[in-house]
């Protein structure tokens, strides 16, 4: 019996040290691709920021490639300004879409809830702003003419659609991490005298909150780094923005201009990459240090 078990033991090594291997290779080229990406973001990017001042580049107000003026503040801000309004309206829906199918709505409704949720994350991008252009962009437009504005793409429109794209990813990790709490949270909470509602707002949420703020950061970096969608229902004015009038993202600045961009515009470019590069990197330090605030915290 011994005999056998120490045969076990010494074919299940080799497999073991294979895996192991395995692990680190598959670790290591995860970090060398980040580490690489990184490197050619910034080498790409900085010398142009460098040459056309990066004070310029990034407060400059007028974008217009042909008079060697490239200043990106009007799309930042507008970028800042479409993904924070998605991110606010959003955030609160998707946690109480949440809610509702992990702890009030029965097996069978929550299921069939859920299975739509995943498919509205699967739908492609062009077509959020094939409908968005249909739908969304129309009822604008009556806004924009009781202004006496012209009517075309705006900012507002461009929010909505990312709203709509960014609410499934939220639920989808938000459900994920609500049914990973242990029930006896609950119980336990339910046993000491709070309602149904109290439990889930003070033990069941802050329990899975760490799961929850990694599918805010997954909707923001979905919100941020969408383009065809924002392209179709923009407007694409590389002005300051304003709710009811075009405005133009960083990323459809990058894929409207990258197929005849050449020389120091093309640099300009990649210096909007490594913009865009700078924002996710902040928003995935911030989500690290809310979560090392939550963990000392418990």
């Known amino acids: 019996m011994q005999n056998s078990i120490a045969r076990a033991g010494k074919s299940k090594a080799p497999l073991e040290k294979i895996m192991n291997v395995l692990f680190l290779v598959c670790g290591l080229a995860a970090v060398v691709s980040v580490v690489l990406i990184s490197l050619y973001m910034v080498l790409s990017g900085a010398p142009a920021i460098a040459k056309i001042g990066p004070l310029q580049f990034l407060a400059g107000q007028i974008w217009n490639p042909e008079a060697k003026e490239f200043g990106i503040l009007p799309l930042i801000l507008s970028s800042v300004t479409a993904t924070g309004l998605a991110v606010v309206v959003a955030v609160p829906a998707a946690l109480c879409v949440a ?156 894929s409207m201009e990258w197929a005849y961009s050449s020389g120091i515009h093309r640099e300009a470019l990649f210096g909007i990459g490594l913009v865009l590069f700078a924002f996710i990197m902040v928003i995935n330090v911030l989500l690290s240090t809310i979560l090392k605030k939550g963990g000392a915290r418990k």
Do not use: W
């Open 99 to 254: 809610v509702f199918l992990t702890q009030i709505a029965g097996k069978r409704l929550a299921s069939a809830l859920l299975f739509l949720v995943e498919l509205l994350a699967g739908i492609p991008s062009v077509v959020y702003g094939l409908l968005g252009a249909i739908l969304i962009v129309p009822l604008v437009f009556q806004a924009q003419t009781a202004l006496g504005l012209p009517m075309s793409g705006s900012l507002l429109s461009a929010s909505i659609v990312l709203v709509i794209m960014i609410l499934p990813t939220i639920i989808s990790v938000s459900v994920s991490s609500i049914h990973a709490v242990p029930r006896q949270y609950n119980d336990v909470s339910l046993a000491l005298g709070s309602s149904k509602m109290q439990s889930i707002v003070r033990a069941v949420i802050p329990a899975a909150k760490s799961g929850i703020v990694s599918g805010i950061v997954l909707g923001v970096g979905r919100a941020i780094g969408e383009t065809m969608a924002v392209m179709m229902v923009a407007g694409n004015a590389p002005i300051m923005p304003e709710f009811l009038k075009p405005a133009r993202l960083l990323t459809v600045g990058i």
